[in-house]
C-alpha cells in the first residue's frame, strides 16, 4: 500500500507541476542540457537553477563547462558527440536517465541544431525538462 501511496504522490506533484507556468528563458537551460524552469525544485522556489546554483560545485559537467567557458555542452569543441564524454556519459547518469526517461543527449542535439533561445521555446511549450527517452 506505501508503494502505491507513493507512486499516487509522485504523479500528483508530476500534475502539479504540469499546470505551473513553466518560465522561458534561455538561461535556465542547465549545462547538461536540462530545462531548469521545468523542473519541480525550481519551480518550488528550493532551486535557482543549474547555472545559478553553488551549491551544485559537485556537478563534474558544471565545472567543465565553466572551466571552459561554454553555456552548455553544446558548446563544446572536444567531443562532437556528448556521449563520448566521460563527464557527461558516467555510471550515475546513466542510472538517473534511466529512472527518469531522461535523454539529456537528445537535449544537447537540438540545442545544437538550432539554439539556445529554440530549445527554451520548445521546452517551455512542452513543459519539459529533458527530453524522454
Known amino acids: 500500500m506505501k ?8 504523479k500528483l506533484e508530476e500534475d502539479n507541476i504540469m499546470n505551473k507556468e513553466v518560465i522561458n528563458d534561455e538561461n535556465m537551460v542547465a549545462y547538461c542540457g536540462l530545462y531548469c524552469a521545468a ?20 556537478c563534474k559537467i558544471r565545472t567543465c563547462c565553466i572551466e ?13 558527440n556528448v556521449m563520448d564524454c566521460k563527464k557527461y556519459n558516467n555510471f ?10 531522461s535523454n539529456r543527449a537528445a537535449c544537447i ?3 545544437k541544431e538550432g539554439d539556445y533561445k529554440k530549445y527554451a521555446d ?12
Not at 523542473?39 to 559537485?58: H, I, L, R
Request: net charge positive; with cysteine; glycine share 8%.
Open 122 to 133: 520548445y521546452m517551455t511549450e512542452h513543459k519539459m525538462q529533458s527530453m524522454r527517452r
Open 39 to 58: 523542473c519541480g525544485k525550481f519551480q518550488k522556489g528550493s532551486c535557482p537553477g543549474c547555472v545559478k546554483n553553488e551549491k551544485a560545485a559537485w
Open 68 to 80: 571552459n567557458g561554454y553555456k552548455s555542452c553544446a558548446d563544446c569543441k572536444e567531443f562532437s
Open 109 to 111: 542535439a537540438m540545442i
Open 3 to 10: 508503494r502505491y501511496q507513493k507512486m499516487t504522490l509522485n
Open 92 to 101: 550515475i547518469s546513466k542510472v538517473l536517465g534511466f529512472v527518469f526517461r
